[in-house]
């Protein structure tokens, strides 16, 4: 069955770095474009980064652009999230998603990994 | 940027009633709306795309209608699981947009 498993959050300061890593199974990786979600503490979902299945179309939100860069591995089955100039702001719950089996909408979520910035 | 404005931000309704939540997007989306229900602590689940059509797996009480700019979920009757908050979500246009959610809570 279908798994993302996001991974690489944790506490960091105002300013610095941190890469996060969404590992998937259950479905041709390579076929399939993939999104970056995030949630803030007790606030709703913000949509904040897409890329194409073969990593030629990308998209940012603009309250990530210039700082995030999402990419991927189509050989290792993850995507990734560099998220460099961190703000107290990015603090949130980062979720990778993709649609698989419906024609509109991200159906599969992983399970969220957490960053926190806090000096 | 296209602005989900959904409403209300909080409704409350006793169990077995129907329940009536709005999505306006600020411009023409056409049918390029999604649902999705999120419970405390959970990742999102996708209840509806293209506005009307439901997901794999979604109980037949949960219908989405509308077009353009305005849409809506209707939950027939509902159930002890229903109570969550909804978000709608646009993918017509990038960057993708979503509302601020619905918070619906038991009466």
């Known amino acids: 069955q279908v798994q993302l498993v996001e991974s690489g959050g944790d506490l960091v300061k105002p300013g610095g770095s941190l890469r996060l890593s969404c590992a998937t199974s259950?479905?041709?990786?390579?076929?399939?474009?993939m999104t970056w979600i995030r949630q803030a503490p007790g606030k709703g979902l913000e949509w904040i980064s897409y890329?194409?299945?073969?990593?030629?179309?990308?998209y940012y939100a603009d309250s990530v652009k210039g700082r995030f860069t999402i990419s991927r591995d189509n050989v290792k089955n993850s995507l990734f999230l560099q998220m460099n100039t961190l703000r107290a702001e990015d603090t949130a719950v980062y979720y990778c998603?993709?649609?698989?089996?419906?024609?509109?909408?991200?159906?599969?979520w992983g399970q969220g990994t957490q960053v926190t910035v806090s000096s | 940027e296209i602005l989900m404005t959904q409403s209300p931000a909080t409704l409350s309704v006793s169990p077995g009633e129907r329940a009536t939540l709005s999505c306006r997007a600020s411009?023409?989306?056409?049918?390029?709306l999604a649902w999705y229900q999120q419970k405390p602590g959970q990742a999102p689940r996708l209840l509806i795309y293209?506005?009307?059509t439901r997901a794999i797996g979604i109980p037949a009480r949960f219908s989405g209608s509308g077009s353009e700019t305005e849409f809506i979920l209707t939950i027939s009757s509902l159930q002890s699981e229903d109570f969550a908050t909804y978000y709608c979500?646009?993918?017509?246009?990038?960057?993708?947009?979503f509302g601020r959610g619905t918070k619906v809570e038991i009466e």
């Open positions: 998603a993709i649609r698989v089996a419906a024609t509109g909408g991200l159906d599969y």
């Open positions: 259950g479905f041709p990786f390579i076929d399939y474009h």
């Open positions: 890329i194409s299945s073969r990593g030629d179309t990308i």
């Open positions: 411009q023409s989306i056409s049918s390029n």
């Open positions: 293209g506005a009307s």
């Open positions: 979500q646009q993918y017509n246009n990038w960057p993708q947009t």
